[in-house]
């Protein structure tokens, strides 16, 4: 079975602080993708990293997928209090099982004013 | 274009009784998979359909069912239902199957009695 650890699982900092998440398992995946979920509300994808060592950046967020394909990593710089939700990642195992994802138990950050 | 729609938006049922959900995917998107998401277990993967045939089964007991039509909406439904059914049921529509983005809709959140 397939794992995915995200940490922290809680985060709660002041509005202009840099914080990271981090994504880890011990198998490889295909694709990995990245969702900022509210209450309430379904999931709402943010970036898609498919090649080892992939770094992308989505304005203040930068997304890194690991050399090896294993972990990944969010990094928001001057976190601001409209960036509050729940950070999924979620990684697709195998090219074989088409739409399945395998999501990591999820980020909660709260930033405050 | 529209995003994907989930029909209840909520519901409470009782225990025994049984539950159907409905998912009308983004035009287009052949792709159609179903999560459940609790506080406790996260997102877990129930199953997809592609072109009206399940592809890919996730680890729940077989009271979880679905099926998609000809239009790709699709509907999962839930017998005999169990208090810790009690979740946000989320579907997610794509266009492909491998090394997509998945697109969720708002989820369904069922209360069981």
């Known amino acids: 079975t397939q794992l995915l650890e995200q940490s922290p699982q809680f985060l709660s900092i002041q509005e202009g602080e840099n914080l990271t998440v981090y994504c880890n398992s011990s198998s490889v995946f295909s694709s990995l993708q990245w969702y900022r979920q509210e209450p309430g509300e379904g999931p709402v994808l943010l970036v898609t990293?498919?090649?080892?060592?992939e770094v992308k950046k989505l304005k203040r967020l930068t997304f890194q997928f690991g050399d090896a394909r294993k972990d990944s990593s969010l990094h928001i710089t001057a976190a601001q209090p409209g960036d509050t939700g729940l950070y999924l990642c979620a990684g697709q195992d195998d090219y074989n099982q088409g739409g399945k994802l395998i999501f990591g138990q999820g980020t909660e950050l709260s930033v405050k004013p | 274009k529209a995003g994907v729609t989930q029909t209840p938006r909520y519901l409470i049922k009782t225990r025994g009784q049984q539950v159907t959900l409905s998912c009308s995917p983004i035009?287009?998107?052949?792709?159609v998979s179903w999560y459940q998401q609790t506080p406790g277990q996260g997102l877990q993967f129930l199953f997809e359909y592609f072109s009206e045939t399940q592809r890919n089964k996730g680890n729940f007991p077989g009271r979880f069912s679905g099926r998609q039509f000809s239009n790709s909406r699709s509907e999962m439904n839930v017998s005999t239902l169990e208090l810790g059914d009690s979740a946000l049921y989320l579907c997610a529509s794509s266009l492909k199957r491998v090394n997509n983005e998945q697109f969720f809709g708002p989820g369904t959140r069922l209360t069981v009695l």
């Open positions: 990293v498919v090649t080892g060592g």
């Open positions: 035009s287009g998107h052949r792709s």
